[in-house]
């Protein structure tokens, strides 16, 4: 079992940049690749970035290209989303997630973001 816990949250206006946090605890030690998805109001869950355990490769929702950068440090168990260029169609609840060999097994509690235009 992994366990995971978002920070970083909140409110911010259009343009403004917020940066979540995702810490790990559990069993960490394996070669996991973490992602961030969100739900908005209304919608599905809707995938957003991912990394791979050595950073090395990274994927992107056609979406936030250009705006959202994920990074990973591993002795410390963590991943962060920077989000830049916040825009109003960005509000919405973020959940960290790991992926293991079953498929996207493990999920924080998720933190809400909300962006004012």
């Known amino acids: 079992q992994v366990q995971l816990v978002e920070s970083g949250g909140g409110l911010v206006q259009a343009g403004g940049s917020l940066r979540l946090s995702c810490a790990a605890s559990?069993?960490?030690?394996?070669?996991?690749?973490m992602g961030w998805f969100r739900q908005a109001p209304g919608k599905g869950r809707e995938f957003v970035i991912s990394i791979n355990w050595s950073g090395s490769s990274t994927y992107y929702a056609d979406s936030v290209k250009g705006r959202f950068t994920i990074s990973r440090d591993n002795a410390k168990n963590t991943v962060a989303l920077q989000m830049n260029s916040l825009k109003p169609e960005d509000t919405a609840v973020y959940y960290c997630?790991?992926?293991?060999?079953?498929?996207?097994?493990?999920w924080g509690q998720g933190t809400q973001v909300t962006v004012s235009s």
């Open positions: 559990g069993r960490t030690g394996s070669s996991y690749t």
């Open positions: 997630a790991v992926h293991d060999t079953t498929g996207w097994a493990f």
